[in-house]
């Protein structure tokens, strides 16, 4: 893992000149770099990939268009996948990027985020901590269980997907998931009509009424080997997401060995006591780089106030 | 007998036959407010579910809230009507068409509650089509279709009689379209031995069936709640506890019914303070059961105090306190004290307890689904302020009273075609006696 670490800051100028770059630092974790192989640059129309054999080539951004997979082949996993995210939780600090980002990637319109940012404070004397919550693709999901009709389905990849083509909204899988995951579209958002590709469960757009919809791990971009938006976007590198089976998991910047991660960091998974199985993974807030209150500092007031029902802010108000 | 079947009769036929002033302009004020929801509707259809209360928290609102009611007293009657007709309860006659209106009514209007709820009503099919047995709510499609199936079975069977003696008429001038109808329902019924004796034995079966159905079904709508992992729902009392409710908040409603037709159709020689008095010891009954299953169901729940069970046994005494009072206190220990104590058996008490009833019953299952709803395991943040709270809009509460309203116009209308008193109740005064000389 030291050896992995090594190339940090080289790979850091290297992302910030807006290139797409191969996964050259995880040596010996070769399994990881189709995880790690498209960054695009959003200013410009051209943009350069890296092609299988190493070059690196400028296609029009056009060109990137994500392939999307019928309805029917969304309901079985990528081969010989399982995967898995972790989310460091001593290097959140409420950027919302990651949302931003989800939120332009999936067209959802505002207040329907897939990830949201809880404030936590597990009791008064214990410290508050910012808690990115994507969903977490429980392996004994309670909201596949409960679907009358199979909208909602599990994966051979560990996926969560919702089919909203089938999903008829009577939002039972909301009650049934006990992490507040899932959200409703309660009218036809203009934001869905930016998308004008085919839908398909696996980008989870374009968004219909009356139906229920969430964080989907990004399978579409997978596919074409990027890690989710709320991964590739994240600025402090707080969200990692890998293969389980592969034993790897990389925030795009550093990879690591998952289980090693797990056991060096005392790694847990949220509410376990439920049962549900989750397949995401929390590191504790343990030396924290920053106090929680860079979280609340450029926020805009409709975001700051969303927080005001915490006993942090509460006892912090003026 | 033929006898006082004409006198039964001639008393009915004013229901039976004629629609006075009152009569139109209380149809009139049904519809005006049946109206009132269909524009909801159509609110509803046209601008998303955005014009609701209901938000991503707080999915369920009053809807659910009315569905869980509407069911309840269905069951309640069905519970009511299979088991006096059972037991042979020679009270029964005059108030046991009342419970068997209300159940087969509430039966139709429930469902229509959830359906408000359902975001793609264009995709219900798929219930059928896709339908899948693992999920809850199809075990409540299988089991609501089947009670909605079986009862109106047993109340078929329940007014065959009354249907023949209309047909038969000849004292009353009824119009001609519905001697027609009367001839088309009444099967060729004519009273023949073997035909009482095909239709007692299928009556009773039925009841019995329907007692167990509605049991069945009341279960199942539960653990519709029961079976997430919410706090607040994961209970393992759930089941019982819904069917009791249910039957409590039915034995209420069919008070009230008694009260209205009593005054409305002059029943006061058959519905007497004797019936109230007999409803109102069942009321006192469920009352007790009921009270229990809510004390075990809190109690457990705030002694062990775990986390989010404490956060919302402090949300019920707090934001929901008077709801909480009204409904799991007052609901309770009110019709111990009106019936409990003699003195205080008058058919106005046993009314006016029956009417606070059903609104705790209401309220009880508004406590059920919204404060859970408002307190999950992660508390609710990075959410709207707007969304924190569920508040019914116009919306909603006039698809409410809309619901009512079609409540109140079908049984209306379904006591002028069928008399609210079996007039062929004499035949079941004799053949009870019978048996009973006979067993």
């Known amino acids: 893992m030291k050896e992995q670490s090594k190339n940090k800051s080289t790979r850091r100028e290297f992302l910030k000149q807006g290139l797409v770059a191969g996964a050259g630092i995880a040596a010996g974790t070769g399994l990881i770099s189709s995880l790690l192989d498209a960054r695009t640059s959003e200013s410009v129309e051209k943009v350069k990939v890296m092609t299988t054999d190493g070059q690196i080539r400028e296609v029009d951004k056009a060109q990137l268009k994500l392939p999307r997979v019928s309805r029917e082949e969304s309901h079985y996993g990528i081969p010989g996948r399982k995967f898995v995210m972790v989310i460091d939780l001593a290097k959140c600090k409420n950027a919302r990027k990651c949302v931003e980002a989800c939120q ?3 067209h959802l319109p505002k207040g329907q985020e897939f990830m949201k940012i ?28 409960v679907c ?24 039972f899988c909301m009650t049934g998931c006990p992490y507040s995951t899932r959200v409703f579209a309660w009218k036809h958002y203009p934001e869905f009509d930016e998308d004008k590709e085919p839908y398909s469960p696996e980008a989870g757009s374009p968004g219909k009424e009356g139906t229920v919809s969430k964080c989907d791990f990004c399978p579409d971009l997978i596919r074409v080997g990027k890690v989710p938006y709320c991964v590739s976007a994240c600025p402090m ?66 975001i700051k106030n969303r927080y005001n029902e915490t006993p942090y802010v509460k006892k912090h108000k003026p | 007998m033929e006898s006082d079947k004409n006198i039964l009769l001639k008393e009915f036929a004013p229901q039976l036959n004629r629609t006075g002033p009152w009569g139109y302009a209380w149809i009139s004020f049904l519809l005006a407010v049946i109206c009132l929801g269909i524009v909801a509707f159509f609110f509803q259809v046209l601008r998303g579910h955005e014009v609701t209360g209901m938000r991503d928290n707080v999915v369920w609102g009053i809807y659910i809230v009315n569905f869980i009611f509407f069911m309840g007293i269905s069951y309640a009657g069905a519970l009511i009507s299979g088991t006096l007709h059972l037991f042979r309860s020679s009270w029964r006659k005059p108030i046991i068409r009342m419970a068997e209106f209300i159940t087969i009514i509430s039966l139709l209007i429930g469902p229509c509650f959830i359906l408000l709820c359902i975001g793609r009503l ?88 329907i007692i167990a159905i509605a049991i069945i079904v009341y279960s199942v709508l539960a653990w519709i709640f029961s079976v997430t992992l919410q706090p607040g729902w994961h209970s393992t009392i759930f089941g019982p506890y819904f069917v009791i409710a249910a039957v409590y908040s039915g034995s209420a409603v069919l008070i009230l019914s008694m009260w209205l037709f009593r005054k409305i159709y002059h029943l006061e020689n058959y519905i007497t303070k004797k019936h109230f008095v007999s409803v109102g010891v069942i009321m006192l009954v469920l009352a007790a059961f009921y009270g229990y299953f809510t004390f075990s169901d809190y109690l457990t729940k705030w002694y062990g105090s775990e986390k989010n069970d404490e956060l919302l046994i402090r ?43 059903i609104i705790a019953l209401w309220l009880n299952r508004y406590l059920i689904v919204v404060p859970t709803l408002e307190s999950p395991y992660l508390p609710i943040q990075d959410s709207r302020p707007e969304w924190l709270n569920y508040g ?37 005064d004799l053949e009870d006696k019978k048996e009973g000389i006979s067993a």
Not at chain 1, 136 to 145: G, K, R, T
Not at chain 1, 150 to 169: H, M, P, Q
Not at chain 2, 392 to 406: K, Q
Request: aromatic share 12%.
């Open chain 1, 104 to 106: 332009k990637g999936h």
């Open chain 1, 118 to 145: 809880y404030l936590l404070q597990d009791s008064d004397k214990t410290s508050p901590y910012w808690f990115p919550k994507p969903c977490f693709h429980c392996d004994n999901p309670l909201c596949v269980s």
């Open chain 1, 148 to 171: 009358p009709v199979g909208a909602t389905y599990k994966r051979s990849d560990g996926i969560v997907l919702v089919d909203n083509e089938r999903c008829i909204g009577c939002k």
């Open chain 1, 237 to 302: 590198g707080v969200i990692y997401f890998g293969d389980i089976d592969e034993d790897t998991v990389t925030n795009g910047t550093d990879t690591f060995q998952f289980s090693q991660l797990i056991k060096d960091r005392a790694g847990y998974r949220y509410l376990e006591n439920l049962g549900t199985r989750p397949c995401v993974y929390y590191l504790p807030p343990v030396d924290r780089q920053y106090d929680v209150s860079l979280g609340f500092g450029d926020l805009n007031e409709e």
């Open chain 2, 122 to 209: 264009d995709k219900l099919p798929y219930l059928a089509i896709f339908g899948r047995i693992q999920s809850p709510i199809t075990w409540d499609v299988i089991a609501i279709s089947t009670d909605i199936f079986g009862c109106l079975i047993f109340l078929y069977l329940a007014v065959l009689r009354d249907l023949a003696t209309l047909r038969d008429d000849d004292i009353i001038k009824l119009s001609k379209w519905r001697k027609k109808l009367y001839k088309i329902l009444a099967l060729g019924y004519t009273g023949t031995p073997e035909q009482q004796l095909r239709l007692n034995r299928a009556t009773d079966v039925m009841a019995a069936m």
């Open chain 2, 315 to 357: 949300l019920l005494f707090n934001e929901y306190y008077w709801y909480f009072i009204i409904s799991n206190y007052i609901g309770v220990l009110l019709p111990l004290i009106v019936v409990g104590i003699p003195k205080l058996r008058t058919i106005t008490n046993i009314t006016i307890t029956s009417v606070v009833v």
């Open chain 2, 392 to 428: 019914a809009t116009w919306i909603e509460w006039s698809l409410t009273a809309a619901g009512v309203a079609v409540f109140s116009l079908l049984f209306t209308l379904a006591s002028k075609l069928i008399p609210i008193v079996p007039i062929s109740g004499f035949h079941h």
